[in-house]
């Protein structure tokens, strides 16, 4: 299948071509370097798209080739792991817990600065109506050590909820979330807040609450072998700042990104206010220093952490 992105007044041309795994190989001439990246299919990546359909990695001699990962961070770690991607945009805290627990990678920068607004959803039919009510609760979430297990107990620790009282349900994807809390196999998940907000305004699910990161949300983490086998990585960055600036000089770019993402206007106006996409942004210490202790206190990790051990 082949598919153009396509804005109000503008058609973007450059082909993608789409396989049954959901990899997007962008066809290009005279390639001298193979870059294998992943992310979940959610607006934040959406400067990846456009420096593919624009030729900016081409400019730099890069073949890109891009999956998407409807399961999250739990599933990139697996294939950074695994060496099937060499390049991930992976959640902060779940990149932090992954490379400390023996995944072969390294944080190499910041790729977006801003906090991730997490929804806390449940069922439309379900009791529950107070993120702050005490007792047991039955989390969806997509893997053990995903962002949306992470941030259920980064929340209850905000709200002074016990950890003791929360169980999980594994649901692998926002798909399998709604048919759990449907079915009430489950009580609450917690995704960002812009990709539920279809289901919300359907009626399926209901927001009760939400839960934003105290620290910048999303990291671009290298594997160990593809620091070794291509060394550096200038080029994508080159190219990735060149595909910010493109959005950012576009007419409309809300518009742009709720045509393409599926959104109400309102919520592509909203979250486009909020993002700062980071410019050669390393991962302080001290944001490093607090997940740690996040990821201790949640039991993810049994020890802290060096930040030499996890970060470029």
Known sequence: MLLCYRSKGRSLPTQIIYS???HII?????????IRCGGVPEHFNYPWHVAMEQGYFKEEDIELEWTDYKGGTGAMCQDLTSDIIDVATLLTEGAIAAIAQGNPSVIDRVYVASPLIWGIHTGAQSVHTNPNTSGPIRYAVSRMGSGSHLMALVDRMQRGLDLNDASWELIQNLDGARIS??????????????????YVYLGELRRIG????PWPSVVITISNSARSRIGNFDGMYRALEKAIQFIQHLPKPAETIADIYQLKKEDAEDWYSRIEWAHSQPLLESHFDTISEVLVAANILNVTPTYDSVCK
């Open 181 to 198: 809390l449907q079915k009430n196999e489950s009580d609450y998940f917690l995704w960002e807040k812009n990709m539920t907000a279809p």
């Open 20 to 22: 049954t795994t959901l």
């Open 210 to 213: 939400e839960c934003p990161t």
């Open 26 to 34: 962008y066809t290009q001439n005279t390639i001298e370097m193979k």
